[in-house]
């Protein structure tokens, strides 16, 4: 059973602190890994993706990924009360595109 | 940006009846499409996977009578929820696979949900 296990938290941070966010897998034939951020009664929307280890930055948002450990990160600099959502892990594996969701962490930024 | 439509954003029927949802890629060609349950305070489950042309891939534990799932273009897949109970109430996503967008990245472009409830 593949599987993508997330904290389900909430994690609680104060506004303009850094969120870390962990995903670990169990398939280590795992190619993509993909954030996404969900809020409230909407549908997932991508933040991020990466496919090599090491850090990949896109403004305040950092992907880490380490396969050796099987575990991607995410982290959020100076979090705003915005970024309350829940976020989703989701990985991949080689050939084919069938996503494989974490439980996802839901993130609390407090003003 | 790809944008995919997903309709109607929410649908409450009596128990018995059918119902379906429509998945629509408005900018891109779909090659394939996924379908997604989420109960509350859960992850995404996928359903099945529907390829253009051809029959839908049931994941394990999917009845495929119940979740009637039609790709017939390549910019529309319907999921139909045949003789609804409340037990199917959920939020149904669809997520699309571009056929040129996104494709080397994996990226998939979601609809913005359907929310079912069965009386």
């Known amino acids: 059973q593949k599987e993508v296990e997330q904290n389900s938290g909430p994690l609680s941070v104060p506004e303009g602190a850094i969120a870390s966010l962990n995903c670990t897998y169990s398939d280590r034939g795992s190619q993509s890994f993909f954030w996404y951020r969900q809020y409230s009664g909407k549908s997932p929307e991508l933040i991020m993706f990466?496919?090599?280890?090491g850090d990949k930055e896109d403004g305040r948002f950092t992907a880490q990924l380490n396969k050796a450990s099987q575990y991607v990160s995410l982290l959020i600099r100076d979090s705003q009360p915005s970024d309350s959502a829940t976020y989703l892990c989701a990985v991949t594996t080689s050939g084919t595109y069938k996503y494989i969701f974490g439980t996802g962490t839901r993130l609390k930024v407090l003003a | 940006g790809a944008v995919v439509s997903q309709h109607p954003s929410w649908v409450i029927c009596k128990s018995g009846t059918s119902v379906k949802i429509e998945c629509r890629s408005l900018?891109?060609?779909?090659?394939?499409m996924f379908w997604y349950r989420q109960f509350p305070k859960q992850s995404l489950m996928l359903m099945a996977t529907s390829n253009e042309g051809s029959k839908a891939t049931y994941e394990q534990g999917v009845e495929k009578d119940k979740f009637l799932i039609n790709h017939a273009s390549l910019t529309l897949s319907t999921l139909t929820v045949t003789s609804a109970h409340p037990e199917d109430s959920s939020f149904y996503i669809c997520?699309?696979?571009?056929?040129?967008?996104?494709?080397?990245?994996?990226?998939?472009?979601f609809g913005e949900g359907s929310r079912l409830t069965v009386l």
């Open positions: 997520s699309a696979l571009s056929s040129s967008l996104g494709l080397n990245t994996g990226e998939l472009f």
């Open positions: 990466i496919y090599s280890n």
């Open positions: 900018d891109f060609q779909a090659t394939t």
